[in-house]
Every structure is written in C-alpha cells, then in structure tokens.
C-alpha cells in the first residue's frame, strides 16, 4: 500500500499540542513491533481520526519505509550528499547480517527495474546492476563499482534487538553517524550507497561505463566473492571497491588469511554439594576488527577470562569450572565474555578477592588503552545437579585458551607500526552442555601480506592438538598484492589531491578484502584500489562513519571515475 500524499501532508501540519500522542501509543499493533525504532518520534492528531488505522497498517507491513522515514529519521536531514545518505537510510530498514543478505538483495534488483537498469543475480547471491556509461564516457573501459551487503550484527549488552527484523535507529553525533546500542553497518553499507548514488546520476553525467557488483557474506568468509559468476564482469578493466574505511588512504593491496576452528569435547562431574556459583563477567572492552585493530593493541574477553580462570583454580584447589563464553561475531575482537565457576561454600569471599586482585593486575596492563574495561562478580547457591568440567577437562580448556596465539606475530619491517602477520581468536563459546560431556568451539583468523598464514596456522592446530581439540582448517583466501605504480592508483590521487588539496597516503592494508578473490575469478588484468570514508570501531557497537569524510570521499569517487570516462 502506498502512503497517499494527503497523509504526509496531514503529519507534517500539526494539530494542536493538547492532542499529541506518540506514534507508538496511535499505533498499537506498530508499538508491540516496532516501537524501539520509534523513540522520541510523535505525531500530532485528533482522537477518532480513522487514516491513522490506515497509517499504522502501511507502518506494520512496511515496517516504516521510504513514504515516511524522512519524518521519522532526522539523524542524516541536510547531509550531503543526500543521495548517498537517503540510500544508507532505505539500506538500514533493511535487516541483512552475514548469511541473511535476501531482502537486501531483493531491494537492489527492485531498484534497478524501476530505474530501467539492467541486472543479474548469480547463484552465490550476488548482485550486478548495468549502467551505461553517459556525457562522454560511452566509449571508456568498464569499471567494477564493488561494496558488499553484510553486516556483522553485533548488539551491546542490555540492548534488545532482532537482527530478523528491526531498522537500525541513526544518531547524529557531531562529525558522526551512529546506531544506538547496536553495529552501524557503515560497513559496508556506505558502500553500497555510494554506488547506488552513482548509479542515480544524471543521464548527462561523465561516468565509463559500471558494473555495480554487490556481494555477499564478507563478514563472515567471503563466500560470496569466492562463488562469484566472473561472467558478470565480461570486459571489465578497473575494480573500486567502497570497504576501505580510512578516507585519507587509498588501499593498493591485502593481506591474504585463513580461519582454524577448534572444537574441544570435555567431560563433566557432579559439582560440590552445596556450593555457591560465581558469574564472572568482563565487560567495556573496545573489541573492534580483528585485522584493522589488531596492532593497537587491545584486550581480549577470551584471554582475559582465561586469565582470571587459571589464577582461581591454581588458588583455590577445590574451584571448578562450569565454562567460559566470549563472542561478538566472526573478524571481531570479543569485547565481552563472562566464566561460570563453582567454589565451596564459604570460600566465595576468598575467590571474589583473588580475581579482584588479578583483574587489578590486568588493568595495570591494558588500562591505559582499555579505559572502560570491567569486571563483574556476582553470586547464588548452585542448582541441583549442577556440572561442572573436571579439573583435568578445566585445565585443557583454560590451559588451550591461554596458549593459543592472539594479537601481532610480526610487524612490517618497511612500516613502522604496522602488523605483517597477526592471528586473533575471535570467539570463544559453549556449543553443547549435557550431563556427561560439555562442547566448547574456538575459531581464530590468521592474516599476513606475507606468505607466513600456513605456518602460523599449523602451530595453532599443534596447539589445539596438543590440548586434545579437533582442528578444522578450511581453505585460505587470497591476499591482493599491492599495485603502487597503477594508472588507476595514480588517477584516484589526483581526484582525492582535486578534494582535499593533498595527496591520499597508498597503503596495504591488514584485513581481508574481497579484491583478491575477485582478481583472481578473472581472465583478464584488471588493476584495482579500495576506498571509503572513514569508519571507526568496526564490527562493535560503537561502529560510526564521519559525516564530512562521507561528502569527501564521494566527491573523489565522482571525479576518479570522471577521469575514468575521458580514457578512451
């Protein structure tokens, strides 16, 4: 259903205060749904006025989209450039973490018919959408416009949202747009609205011909670039891809990286009659990407936990250990975690002062940087029945954790402060719990510009085999060798130096980027950069996107692809 324009017209004139209601208590089916989203918006009407039943059923089917959002979402009002922003807003009503990209890819291929775009979707998800290049650049090389449709749904403790469903709320913060308890997905929702702005541009537009690729699941194993259709890119020459994250550099190459996952089955026993069970939970980490944060350094949940775990049961012979969880999401340092231990009856107090007095210990080393971290202790009779690891089973598991390698393993030797190889153990949890055996899964990722992943990866299965875990290892993705002296490297730093009156710094970076899976899906030479605005904390709750490195990097993105469309 269409939301008639009179509707507009009838919210944006308000009725007298004396009849305000919010717009969660009109709607009341909208209210049981949606009415987070919601916060702090009203509308002003007369009781009995029947178009609000009307209005609360578009909202409901909806789910608040485009007719209205304009009204309800004043955090990007008078940004530029407004197309960039409009399409982010439209991307962040639409629910797509990593494996869910459906509805998003659904919208793409519904805006291209309506623009009279060609498209094509390929069987690993991906979407491409044509269009021709315009006012001069009919002639010039295709271009691959490349951003991916993910996110990594991370959501801060306390905070409820269903990642299924819900719009993500944007603050305007400053020189920032952010979520409100919850990942932004700037990255790389950004991206994709670049592109679609681009796409929107006026038929009399200077562009080379695009080829707008949209890929899937980034985030959590590039299997849509790995399953990418190269027959969607026929002809192509140059490859941008919008994930970069740093305005004032233009990436020129990767790391390459693989995952390990390891998998310990542990045996349980009956806990201490009559103990007293300790929750023990870290919180207020900055977590953060698990490549672009790795060198900072800072904390991991996994570690400390582990930590804290080893120094209560070395002091306390009589501690058992339940489990330990500490999990964000895939390619994200676990900000949070929490351990579950059972200690005899009067010997909490005793256990609660040996982990204050190791968590003092912690702070001294990471309290500096981590400036919110935290420790909570908490405590209740245990449940009859209660399980626990045996103390053998505890020492594998703490003992696995501890040992494992996390953070940098080498820097560059030609970059000062930047990691050449590194491994982070991403996350930690309890995938089964019976009463005789308890499952626990550890997956890490290990990156390197270097050819250095295999062997890292083989000490860490050495590790977990020698802590009786079964390792897993799939395949490594490519790394993207860094290109200096391209042309199209070279023609993207004048279009940033013609922006901001300098030159942009060309860099590899230490993450993973979908380039050097889509490189390698091709026949022919293409040569490729990555950009982006500047994005902080990825993958966190306190992911946001600089509002003015927005209008910036676009600007450059227009005239770098404007340049594009004069070769011919």
Known sequence: MALPSELIDRIAHLLPPADRRSLAAVCTTLHAARCRWFRGAVVQASAGDNWLDELAVWLEERQACAGCRHLLWEATQGLDPADVWRFFVELSSIPRPSHHEQQVAAYLLAWAQERGLASRQDGAGNVLIYRNGTGGGEEAPPVVLQAHTDMVPATAPGVQHNWSADPIPLVRDGDWIRANGTTLGADDGIGVAAILAVLDQPADALLPPIQALFTTNEDD??????????????????????????????????????????????PLEAGPAGGVLLEVQVSG??????????????????????????????????????????????????????????????????????????????????????????????????????????????????????????????????????????????ILKTTAAGTATATFELDLLTRSSLDSVADWRAIIAEIGQHYGARVSQGETYPGWPAQPDSLLANITAEAYAAVTGQQPELVAVHAGLEVGYILAKL????????????????????????????????????????RLAELQ
């Open 221 to 266: 194993g590039f299997t849509g670039a790995q399953g990418l259709d190269p027959d969607m890119l026929a002809g192509a020459q140059w490859l941008i891809n919008l994930d970069s994250g740093e305005f004032r550099k233009v990436y020129i190459g990767s790391a390459g990286g693989g995952s390990s996952e390891l998998e310990l089955v542990l």
């Open 523 to 562: 026949p022919h030479t293409v040569e490729a950069i990555a950009i982006g605005p500047t994005i902080l904390d990825e993958h966190t709750v306190n992911e946001r996107v600089s509002i003015s490195s927005v209008q910036s990097f676009h600007a450059a993105l227009l005239g770098t692809l404007g």
């Open 285 to 426: 980490l900055l977590g953060g990407h698990s490549g672009l944060d790795i060198s900072k350094p800072r904390a991991n949940a996994a570690k400390l936990l582990a930590a804290l775990a080893h120094t209560l049961l070395e002091a306390e012979p009589k501690a058992r250990l339940v489990n330990m969880t500490a999990v964000t999401a895939a390619n994200a340092i676990p900000p949070a975690g929490a351990a579950h231990l059972v200690v005899p009856a009067g010997h909490a107090e005793q256990a609660n002062a040996t982990l204050q007095a190791r968590w003092a210990e912690l702070q001294q080393q990471y309290g500096s940087l981590e400036t919110s971290m935290a420790l909570s202790i908490s405590q209740r009779k245990t449940d009859k029945g209660q399980r626990v690891l045996e103390p053998d089973a505890a020492a594998r598991l703490v003992g696995l954790v501890r040992a494992l390698p996390n953070g940098v393993l080498k820097c560059d030797s030609t970059l000062p402060g930047q990691a050449e190889t590194s491994t982070s153990l991403d």
